[in-house]
């Protein structure tokens, strides 16, 4: 790059650069979506980097297959300079011939006497805090989501309708119980409870979560009439035997 230097710039420095990242478009104009081709290390191999699946590509991949471009009547070469070497079997033939969907619009070059540097180990302290606290709160997530989903056949919702419920609702019904009803379910009240959860625990889960005595509640199972109503059929009693899973499972989860 010598010849293309500013009059000010240092001389004593050699210009040479080496391509370390390939940022590629795939698809068109309408749309399409956005990769990167790195080499993290000074002698490693090229890495894709697309969402969150990273895999190994070779040289070819990032030198030969982001050059855009339209349909070919004759297979390609796929040398653009650089390659000389036909397309082996049938199937590569044919896709020589298809549309190229990947451009690359951004090429990433580091001068070589300072490659070491730039790809030095990354330590720590080199991660903004910001990124680390980040990092943990979506490792901590992912560690609940999963203990979630192995845990699920645990647990179920129980749907309650309150008078406020009652209050907010436009329908003939006490409430609207469709799960599809975003505006009712503003008013509906869902509890996640174990299905082994005797009707005792239920009452004084319910009772805190509303900041009430136990004995100022009563629960009331609700049931689906033939005239496609939901109506309370009769109290739940804190002495009801068994769990809430058997009875819910028998009269609906909604109380």
Known sequence: MTDFLAESADKSIRYNYKLHGVLVHSGDV????????IKPEKSSKWYRYDDERVIPVSLREVLEENYGGGLSDQPSTATNGLFSIPPQTRQARQAATWKRMTSAYMLVYLREDVIDELL?????ED?????IKMVEEERVEMVRRRKEQEEMHLYMSVRCI???TFQNNDGLDLGSLDVNDK?????LHSYRV????????????????NHLPRDHIRLWNMVNRQNKTVRPDAPVSVDTQGSTSLYLALFGDSC
């Open 30 to 37: 309408h749309g399409g979506h956005y990769f990167g081709m």
């Open 120 to 124: 030095a180990p990354i330590t720590r």
């Open 127 to 131: 991660v903004p805090v910001h990124v």
């Open 162 to 164: 309150d008078v406020e």
């Open 183 to 187: 505006e009712a379910g503003r008013w």
């Open 194 to 209: 174990r299905r082994d959860m005797t009707w005792a625990a239920l009452y004084e889960h319910i009772a805190e979560q």
